[in-house]
């Protein structure tokens, strides 16, 4: 019989990270008892395939594959599936069956989180997610409680390891996009079919489930501007260390203050961006994350450490589980999700950074004076130009100018490169970079 204080826990999905929580949940049972004042029993784990391999040895009659069954008359949720469906159906017949649920589902989370939280907020229930962004680094509890009374203006980060793992080799090698990505799905630190994260799809799924809690406001996927790493090769990385950048796939989410008849409204974006060699952001290496964030009376912030692996995700998705506990003990159901911000979400155009634009164009008299001009023709100011020559095979003179500009709107600077792209002058646009973190 279940007595009052052992809470029931469903576990669906024993992938690499839902292994690890019930492995968690079991061996750790005593000491998380002690912790939430509930003995937490590991129901059942619900699988599509009981027999499939598994990372860790877990007790067989633990699986079912009936995933209905096992979240009626439990406590607390864990769903670890994946995608869309069945997750979504059985998150919410979860919530509406009393349960709070904790899930890492970030695609889930960045299309249909808004209809999740309205139903967790009829019910009273909780929805926690601290695993799906950047797996064990605290970042949506600091977004969500500890910053709660501040003003967020600004997040860059790096919240996807794989990327940041193959540019950071390309940054160190000199090596070519193709030969690290073969060579980091080798390794394992890349799936076998990138897209997600070489496209930057994974990173604006995060970067809409930050926006929308640093904003409170609900930030669609399809309004996240996303570029990934596929188009950035070794010269472009050459040329930002020459300027002293180096090349990270940023999520950037920001403030846009009011301006002329433009309501004050949010960016949020993914690109390839230069960040300063200086730049805290610029030492995190490898497959790590890190996210900076910036409020009005905090100041900046920095939250550092492992954006994915299986343990590390299991220790984020135990916090939730200890917190939801606390929660069913104690009563209430925490804070919930807010949309009050109600902010419009900008077109990329109304963003202002640095760029750095890299040409190719013909070594005649007066050509540094076209391009500047067609630059300064829209309103975007040269900083820094550097220029190299070189020499065709068959003995043509060229030149390669790499142009730092000064703060520019994002539609100026467009246009102006649209205006050099169809300029006699130049014969190439080779590449047009952002620079964030000033
Ligand atoms: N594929 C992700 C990454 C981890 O490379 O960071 C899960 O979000």
Redesign the pocket.
Known sequence: MIDHRTLRVALLGAGSVGSQVARLLIERADELEERTGARLELAGIAVRDVDAPRDVALPRELFTTEAHELIVGSDIVIELMGGIEPARTLILDALRSGADVVTGN?ALLATHGAEIFDVADQVGASVSYEAAVAAAIPIIRPLKDSLAGDRVDRIFGIV???TNYILDRMDKEGAAFDAVLTDAQRLGYAEADPTA?VEGH?AAQKAAILASLAFHTNVPLEAVHCEGITGVDADMIENARGAGFVIKLLATCERLPAEGDEPEAISVRVYPALVSREHPLASVHGGNNAVYVEAEAAGPLMFYGA??GGVQTASAILGDVVSAARRHIAGGVGVGESARGDQPVAPIGRITTRYQITLEVTDEHGVLQTVAGLLAEGGVSVATIEQTLSHDADGASRARLVIGTHRAREQALSDAVARLDASDVVERVVSVLRVEGD
């Open positions: 970030k996807n390891g794989t994260d994974d954006g994915a």
